[in-house]
C-alpha cells in the first residue's frame, strides 16, 4: 500500500484520500492509478477533479465516487464507467466524457440533481437502466448515433428535461425511459421502435406532441398516464395492443382512433379523460374492459361496435355527458357500468342480456323509461338507484325484484 500526502493507494487501486486533500478545491489523480476503489471520494468536498491523461485508466468501478466537487473531465484513457460510479454526487454541475468511453454503467450518474448537460460519447451503444435517472437539473441530453437501445428509467425524474433528439439508430425504448420528465414538450419516435414500451411517458404533464412511425405495434400499460397536456396523438394503423391504463388521466385529450387491429379496450384505457369528446372504436372490438372510459365527462356519444361481447364493470361510470348509448348483443350488464351517467336519457337493452349487476345504472338522474326484455333472469341490487327522473319500467313476470332495485316512486310494469 502507497499513502503518500493525499492519496491512498493499493496494487494501483485508488481507495481512499487523506485528510489533507479534503481542503483542497482540485485534485490531479496521480499516475500509475488503474482504477478508483468503491467509495474513495465519499468524504471529500472538492469542487472540480481532473484526471491525469498520463496513466492507464481503464475502469471506473461500482458506487466508487461519493463526491461533492461541481465538475469532473475524464481522460481519453477511460473506456468503462462503472456501475452507480458518481450516483447522489449532489453537486456535480458538468461531466467531460471523452470519446474514448464506450459503455457507461447501470446509475452511473443516478441523483446527480445539480448535473445540467451531457454529451453522450460516440462509441456508446446501449444506454444503460438508471443512468441519469433523478438528475433533476438535466435539461439536455445529446444522443449519438451510435446508440440503438435506451434501458428502464434511463432518464426518469429528469424533471429540467425539455427537448431530447431520439436517434434513428434507436430501435428499443424501454420501460419508463422518460418515467416523470415533467418538462418534456415533444418527442418523435425513431422508425424501427416496435412497442410503446410500459409507462415510458408516464408523469410526463407538458407533453403535447409524441409522433410515432408506423413499425410500432404496441402500446403498452401505462404509456402515456398523466400526459395532461396531450390534446391529440395519432395512433399508426399498425398498432394492435393498447395496453391498460395507457392514456389514463390524459386531461386534455379530446379526441381519439383506435386503429383496426385493436381487439380490446383494456381496464382504464381512457380513465379520467375528462375532455374527450370524441372516440372512434373498428368494428375488430369484442371487449371493452373495467373502467375503459371511467370519467369521461366529455364524451357525449359513442358508437359501440356489434361484435362487442363484454362490457366490464364500471366502463362508462361517470361519463357525466353520455346521453345515449347503442348496447350490443351482450349477455350481461356488470356492476355499476353506467354509473353516474347523470345525462343519460334513453338506453335500450338488448334481448340478449340475462343478468344486470348492482348499481349498473345508479344515478342516472334523467333516465326516464326502461324496457327489460324478457331475456333478464337477475336483476341486482340498486340497479336503478337515485334515478330520480325513471317515472315506469317494464320487467318480466319472472323476474325476482330485490327491495332497492328502482326508486320507490318508479312505477313497475310486470310484462308476461
Known sequence: MIENEYFIIENGVLTGITEEAMKLEELVIPDGV??????????????????????????????????????????NSVRKIGDFAFADCDTLEEVIIPDSVIEIGVGAFNRCIRLKNVTIPNGVTKI?????????SLKKVSIPDSVTEIDELAFANCWALDDIRIP????????????????????????????????????????RNVFMPDSVTKINADAFVCCRQLEEISIPYSVNYI???????????????????????????????????????PDTITKIKTDAFYGCK?????????????????AFNNCYSMKKINLPNIIKIHARTFEYCISLEKIVIPDTVIKIGDGAFWGCE???????????????RQVFGDCDSLSKV??????ELKRDTFPKECEIIRQD
Open 128 to 136: 444503460l437502466h438508471g443512468v441519469f435517472s433523478g438528475c433533476e
Open 168 to 207: 434513428a439508430s434507436v430501435t428499443k425504448i424501454d420501460d419508463g425511459v422518460f418515467k416523470d420528465c415533467k418538462s418534456l414538450k415533444e418527442v418523435i419516435i425513431p422508425d424501427g421502435v416496435t412497442k410503446i414500451s410500459e409507462a415510458v411517458f408516464y408523469g410526463c404533464k407538458s407533453l
Open 298 to 314: 366529455s364524451l357525449k356519444n359513442i358508437d359501440i361496435p356489434e361484435g362487442v361481447i363484454y362490457i366490464g364493470s364500471g
Open 366 to 380: 334523467s333516465l326516464e323509461n326502461v324496457h327489460i326484455p324478457d331475456s333478464v333472469e337477475e336483476i341486482g
Open 243 to 281: 395496453g391498460a391504463r395507457a392514456f389514463s388521466e390524459c386531461s386534455s385529450l379530446k379526441e381519439i382512433v383506435i386503429p383496426s387491429g385493436i381487439t380490446k379496450i383494456c381496464c382504464k384505457t381512457f380513465h379520467n379523460c375528462i375532455s374527450l369528446k370524441s372516440i372512434s372504436l
Open 34 to 75: 488503474i482504477e478508483i476503489g468503491r467509495g474513495a471520494f465519499s468524504r471529500s468536498s472538492i469542487i472540480h477533479y481532473l484526471f491525469s491523461e498520463k496513466k492507464e485508466r481503464k475502469n471506473i468501478s461500482r458506487r466508487q465516487i461519493m463526491c461533492r466537487f461541481t465538475k469532473i473531465t475524464l481522460p
Open 394 to 399: 317494464i320487467v318480466p313476470e319472472n323476474v
